[in-house]
C-alpha cells in the first residue's frame, strides 16, 4: 500500500464523517462515526509509520496497521 493510497482513503474517511455528522442529530449513527473515527487513527498512524521508516532507512511496507486501542491511545 503506497502512501497516497493512504491519503486517499483518509480522504474518503473525512468526507464520510463529515457526511454522517451534517445529516443532523437525529439521523448520526453514533457507532459508523466511531467506525471512522478509529479508522482515520489508524491510517494516520500508518502514515507515520511508513514515513518514520522511510526516514531511518527502513523498509515502509515493513509497517502495519495497529489495533484501535493501540492508536486511539497515542497523543501526537
Known amino acids: 500500500m503506497s502512501d497516497k493510497t493512504i ?6 474517511l473525512v468526507h464520510e464523517e463529515q457526511r454522517l ?3 443532523g442529530t437525529k439521523a448520526v449513527d453514533p457507532v459508523r462515526i466511531r467506525d471512522v473515527e ?3 487513527d489508524q ?9 518514520a521508516r522511510r526516514e531511518f532507512g ?3 511496507e ?5 489495533d484501535p486501542q493501540t ?3 497515542y497523543r501526537g
Open 7 to 12: 491519503l486517499d482513503h483518509i480522504t474518503e
Open 21 to 23: 455528522r451534517g445529516e
Open 38 to 40: 478509529q479508522q482515520l
Open 43 to 51: 491510517c494516520w498512524d500508518l502514515l507515520r509509520q511508513r514515513r
Open 58 to 60: 527502513e523498509d515502509p
Open 62 to 66: 515493513q509497517a502495519e496497521v495497529r
Open 71 to 73: 492508536v486511539e491511545n
